[in-house]
C-alpha cells in the first residue's frame, strides 16, 4: 500500500526567502507525481507534475524534483511571497488508466510579511 | 477553458437524509475522480469514472456511490447521511493521457 509522507506539516518563513517542501513515497512504482496547493476552503490548484521518465519541472518561481529509486520529491519555491502562503499537497499515481491519486498530509507554508 | 465546475459549493443536510453532488469535468476529459477531506483523514479517494464505467473505488461504505453521465458529467450521492460525512467533497477531471488531475471548486457539505 502507498505511503505518502509531507515533512514539516507546517512551515514559516520570511518574506523573500528560498525554501524547499519535501515528499516522500514508500512504493516506487509510481506513474507520475503532482503538487498542488490549497487555499484555506478551496479546492487544489495543480502546481506541477512530474512524470515518472522526468526529474524535475520547471514552472516560474518553482522547480520540483523526482528520485524514484529513493522514493522522494522535493518543491523548491524561490523568493517566496506572502501570496505563496497555502497548504501543499503532493500525490502520487501509480498507473495509467485506472488509478487513484494518493495524497501526502500537506505542508502548511505560511510566509512573513 | 472552463475548468471543473461542482455545484452546489455550500450544502447543509440533516442526519440520515441524503444528498447529491454534481461535477462537470473539462471539456474532452472522461476520468472523473471524487474525492473527501476531512481535517482528521485529509484527502480519500471514493471512486473514479471514466466513459460511463466505474474503473476503482475506495474503502467507503456502500452509502456512496457515483455515476457518470454520457456526457462526462458526474454525481455522487451520499445516503442516509452521518455527523462524520461533514466534509469538503472534491472532484477531479483528467484526460486519461497521464496529464495529471484538475481539481474544482468542492462543495463543502455539514451534516447536523
Known amino acids: 500500500k502507498q505511503e505518502v509522507t509531507q515533512i514539516p506539516a507546517a512551515l514559516s518563513v520570511p518574506e523573500g526567502e528560498n525554501l524547499v517542501l519535501n515528499c516522500s513515497f514508500t512504493d516506487s512504482a509510481i506513474y507520475n507525481l503532482q503538487w498542488f496547493r490549497q487555499d484555506p476552503g478551496k479546492g487544489l490548484t495543480s502546481l506541477l507534475l512530474?512524470?515518472?521518465?522526468?526529474r524535475e519541472q520547471t514552472s516560474g518561481r518553482l522547480n520540483a524534483s523526482l528520485d524514484k529509486s529513493s522514493g522522494r520529491s522535493t518543491l523548491y519555491i524561490a523568493a517566496s511571497q506572502p501570496g505563496d502562503s497555502a497548504t501543499y499537497l503532493c500525490?502520487?499515481?501509480?498507473?495509467?488508466?485506472?488509478?487513484?491519486?494518493?495524497f501526502g498530509t500537506g505542508t502548511r507554508l505560511t510566509i512573513i510579511p | 477553458k472552463a475548468g471543473v465546475t461542482q455545484t452546489p459549493r455550500y450544502l447543509i443536510k440533516t442526519r440520515g437524509q441524503q444528498v447529491t453532488l454534481s461535477c462537470s469535468p473539462i471539456?474532452?476529459?472522461?476520468?472523473v475522480s471524487w474525492y473527501q477531506q476531512t481535517p482528521g483523514q485529509g484527502l480519500q479517494f471514493l471512486f473514479e469514472?471514466?466513459?460511463?464505467?466505474?474503473?476503482n473505488k475506495g474503502n467507503f461504505p456502500g452509502r456512496f456511490s457515483g455515476r457518470q453521465f454520457s456526457n462526462s458529467r458526474s454525481e455522487m450521492n451520499v445516503s442516509t447521511l452521518e455527523l462524520g460525512d461533514s466534509a469538503l467533497y472534491l472532484c477531479a477531471s483528467s484526460s486519461d493521457r497521464g496529464n495529471g488531475y484538475t481539481f474544482g471548486s468542492g462543495t463543502r457539505l455539514t451534516v447536523v
Open positions: 469514472y471514466f466513459s460511463e464505467t466505474q474503473r
Open positions: 471539456s474532452g476529459h472522461r476520468s
Open positions: 500525490a502520487v499515481r501509480r498507473g495509467f488508466g485506472n488509478e487513484k491519486l494518493t
Open positions: 512530474i512524470q515518472s521518465s522526468q
